[in-house]
């Protein structure tokens, strides 16, 4: 499943991944130190279904993750959807399984490139 590609710097696409490989249990969240934060989301509300963004940057498929979800929310704004990996899942197994060329670790997209929320309108 291939997702719209917006236009602008950064075009976007979304790679399916098997849920259980990013240790998805349920849909509540809870933070663990030591875990890894990548952008995505699930399919749809309440679906076991998981997808990672993957982005076009100079040519690269490319995947961001983030050290920190504080890190995440200041480089990509606080509406960006993301997905948490738990202890013992490596960013570089997720890059592989979504056909990422890098992983771009703690990025910082300009507010042009960043997701809108209805209060940011």
Known sequence: MTGPKPGGE?????EPI????????ESSVVLT??????????VRPGADGL??????????RTM???SSLQRLVD???KHQPWLELKV???????????GA?????????????????????
């Open 51 to 60: 997808v990672v963004e993957v982005r076009e940057v100079d040519g690269l």
């Open 10 to 14: 950064l075009g976007s696409t979304w």
């Open 75 to 77: 480089g990509c704004g």
């Open 88 to 98: 013992g899942v490596r960013a570089e197994d997720v890059q592989v399984d979504v």
């Open 33 to 42: 130190e030591g875990t890894v934060f990548v952008l995505g989301r699930r």
């Open 101 to 121: 060329d890098v992983v771009a670790w703690n990025a910082h997209f300009p507010a042009s490139l960043r997701q809108v929320g209805g209060d940011d309108a």
């Open 18 to 25: 098997d849920p259980r490989k990013l240790g998805a249990e």
């Open 64 to 66: 961001f993750a983030y």
